[in-house]
């Protein structure tokens, strides 16, 4: 059967003649439809506005079988892995008997302590459950602690130790006695976490990779059996296809980094995925809710062997029951109420996925020989960083403009919301949390016994000047501003003194354009008249007595920053 079976064949070719039209009566002029409608990832990936067979970039292979962009085996489903940091065995047991399936424990000060390890896996079946440390400079000591577990249980280990480095090296001879268990994580998410893109974290992963690989068999061990020793980690956002092709991307790396060490059949990539810390909100945390599922939905798909979902209060302070409940009861819907585990990569054959597969894992590859070139990922530090910032600061510069909206927090902020509190969690490594600006001066505005207001000088009847007051209350609302509206009217005065009964000292007009035309510059005279210190304008426009204009694209940080300091709040 012909899907297409009873409809008249198009090419692109017809789509271009279409999409010309279209962009001419919309007043765009481009070389071609593709370079108006294309975009750029903040690394600097385009996506296309359409995809055919001919972007296909060729034989991504069969799940299990090199080179692994379908999946490092035949086999589909994860692990549902939660993360533990605090030493609470009752937690830990909750956990493993409603549906998570094997245990992330981070252990060393201000987390679980070594000697606490014990206690906290008393009551786990470690046949059962495998264990996958953090364990940081006390690694060797945590993986003493589950070696006497299971020799007390009488049972084989599985999961993995956290190692790196020489003391990888060490531990990965241990392990040769347990099938299931390796020695050395790759951790990519400490790149994403501080700002870097899809491209940064996996150059930089397989780049560490290597550097391990190198280690391993330094100490001895083949290459296929260093191979073995490996696992890595990558973050999960709620750009559903960037995550998908991220982790396809990773195992095409990898593949070719087994393949170059003659060792190409054992080149399938073992991966964890866990939801983004960077994505994560402080502001409307029940959002996250959202985010983590589409993350987790889109890690399943991307092919991870192991899925963590983190609690969606993660970014307050320690989760509590509910929120873990809820964060393992995600990946429970998603496996079993939606049966996303029964399929082999279920994008695989995507136009658009394959062809963003090929595309990221080209740049990364490029990103990694960098790396090599400048002596490895030890030595390139400085050059890791570099390139990180100028990643981060694309971002934010999308951010501070909306043009990557967050919503709760730059996109429809609840003004009234009152925040959640949860008690402290252990220190762990900075994130730059991609709301943070947003969120640092709602915190300010909180702060203050009352809250600064900003008075919307809506201009003409209501239907006029509804949609630009809407625009500018959420802007203002994202910064955690009041704001009061002047109502229907074009009176002058009128405006003016509803502006002064409202205490506030900071305006914007808001109507039509044909309005503003007529009343923009008599309004901003009676309202500076009144007292206003600043005079915005929700669209755009150049008025006598307005100073700057909000409008879409405008930079929001920028302006709520401004009004602040008009307001006398920062100083």
């Known amino acids: 059967m012909e899907l297409a079976a009873g409809f008249p064949p198009t090419t692109r070719d017809d789509w271009r003649r279409l999409a010309v039209e279209v962009l001419r009566r919309s007043g765009v002029e481009a070389p071609s439809?593709?370079?108006?409608?294309?975009?750029?990832?903040?690394?600097?990936?385009?996506?296309?506005?359409?995809?055919?067979?001919?972007?296909?970039?060729?034989?991504?292979?069969?799940?299990?079988?090199?080179?692994?962009?379908?999946?490092?085996?035949?086999?589909?489903g994860w692990d549902v892995r939660q993360r533990h940091a605090v030493a609470d065995p009752e937690a830990v047991l909750a956990d493993l008997e409603n549906g998570v399936t094997s245990l992330w424990l981070v252990v060393g000060d201000g987390a679980i302590q070594v000697g606490d390890l014990a206690a906290v896996l008393k009551d786990v079946y470690l046949d059962l459950a495998p264990i996958v440390l953090e364990a940081g400079e006390h690694t060797r000591e945590a993986a003493?602690?589950?070696?006497?577990l299971a020799a007390g249980q009488g049972v084989a280990l599985s999961g993995n130790l956290g190692a790196s480095g020489d003391v990888g090296a060490e531990l990965a001879a241990r392990c040769a006695a347990f099938p299931g268990l390796r020695a050395v994580l790759v951790d990519g998410t400490p790149y994403h976490d501080a700002g870097g893109g899809d491209v940064e974290e996996l150059g930089c992963s397989i780049a560490r990779g290597v550097a391990e690989l190198r280690t391993l068999t330094g100490a001895g061990l083949t290459v296929e059996q260093a191979l073995g020793q490996i696992d890595f980690r990558y973050a999960a956002?709620?750009?559903?296809?960037?995550?998908?092709?991220?982790?396809?991307?990773?195992?095409?790396?990898?593949?070719?980094?087994?393949?170059?060490?003659?060792?190409?059949?054992?080149?399938?990539?073992?991966?964890?995925?866990?939801?983004?810390?960077?994505?994560?909100?402080?502001?409307?945390?029940?959002?996250?809710?959202?985010?983590?599922?589409?993350?987790?939905?889109?890690?399943g798909v991307g092919g991870a062997e192991a899925v963590t979902v983190q609690p969606f209060d993660a970014a307050l302070g320690l989760p509590d029951a509910f929120s873990r409940r809820i964060a393992r009861n995600t990946q429970s819907l998603l496996l079993e109420e939606s049966g996303i585990g029964r399929v082999a990569d279920p994008a695989g054959g995507s136009w658009y996925v394959e062809r963003r597969t090929a595309?990221?894992?080209?740049?990364?590859?490029?990103?990694?020989?960098?790396?090599?070139?400048a002596g490895g990922v030890e030595a390139a530090g400085e050059l890791i960083d570099a390139r990180v910032a100028a990643t981060r600061s694309r971002r934010d510069d999308d951010i501070a403009h909306r043009r990557a909206p967050i919503t709760g927090v730059s996109e429809f902020p609840d003004p009234g919301e009152r925040p959640l509190r949860r008690p402290p969690a252990p220190a762990g490594?900075?994130?730059?949390?991609?709301?943070?600006?947003?969120?640092?001066?709602?915190?300010?505005?909180?702060?203050?016994p009352e809250r600064p207001k900003v008075f919307l000088a809506t201009i003409g009847p209501v239907?006029?000047?509804?949609?630009?007051?809407?625009?500018?209350?959420?802007?203002?609302?994202?910064?955690?501003?009041?704001?009061?509206?002047?109502g229907?009217?074009?009176?002058?005065?009128?405006i003016a003194t509803a502006f002064a009964v409202s205490g506030a000292a900071v305006a914007c007009l808001c109507s039509t354009d044909k309005l503003y035309a007529q009343h923009a510059r008599a309004v901003a005279a009676a309202l500076r008249h009144a007292g206003a210190r600043r005079v915005w304008l929700a669209g755009k426009g150049d008025y006598e007595g307005v100073d700057a204009c909000l409008y879409a694209g405008c930079d929001a940080l920028a302006?709520?920053?401004?009004?602040f300091e008009d307001l006398e709040v920062l100083r």
Not at 430 to 438: G, I, S, T, Y
Not at 470 to 486: D, M, P, V
Request: hydrophobic share 45%; charged share 20%.
């Open 237 to 299: 956002t709620a750009d559903q296809f960037a995550t998908i092709a991220k982790l396809r991307a990773a195992r095409r790396l990898w593949a070719r980094v087994a393949e170059v060490c003659g060792a190409a059949e054992h080149g399938g990539q073992r991966q964890h995925a866990v939801t983004s810390s960077a994505m994560m909100t402080a502001r409307d945390p029940w959002v996250n809710m959202l985010r983590t599922t589409v993350a987790c939905f889109a890690a």
């Open 463 to 486: 239907a006029a000047h509804t949609a630009r007051a809407s625009f500018a209350a959420n802007l203002f609302h994202a910064g955690g501003l009041a704001t009061e509206t002047a």
């Open 488 to 494: 229907p009217g074009a009176d002058p005065e009128q």
């Open 144 to 148: 003493e602690v589950l070696f006497g």
């Open 559 to 563: 302006v709520l920053r401004q009004t």
């Open 429 to 448: 490594r900075p994130v730059a949390r991609h709301a943070q600006e947003f969120e640092a001066l709602r915190d300010v505005a909180d702060a203050l």
């Open 359 to 373: 595309d990221l894992a080209e740049r990364a590859w490029a990103w990694f020989q960098e790396i090599e070139a």
């Open 33 to 76: 439809p593709e370079a108006a409608l294309s975009s750029l990832t903040c690394d600097g990936v385009t996506v296309a506005p359409l995809y055919d067979a001919g972007d296909v970039p060729g034989d991504p292979g069969s799940p299990g079988a090199p080179p692994f962009v379908r999946g490092a085996r035949a086999v589909p």
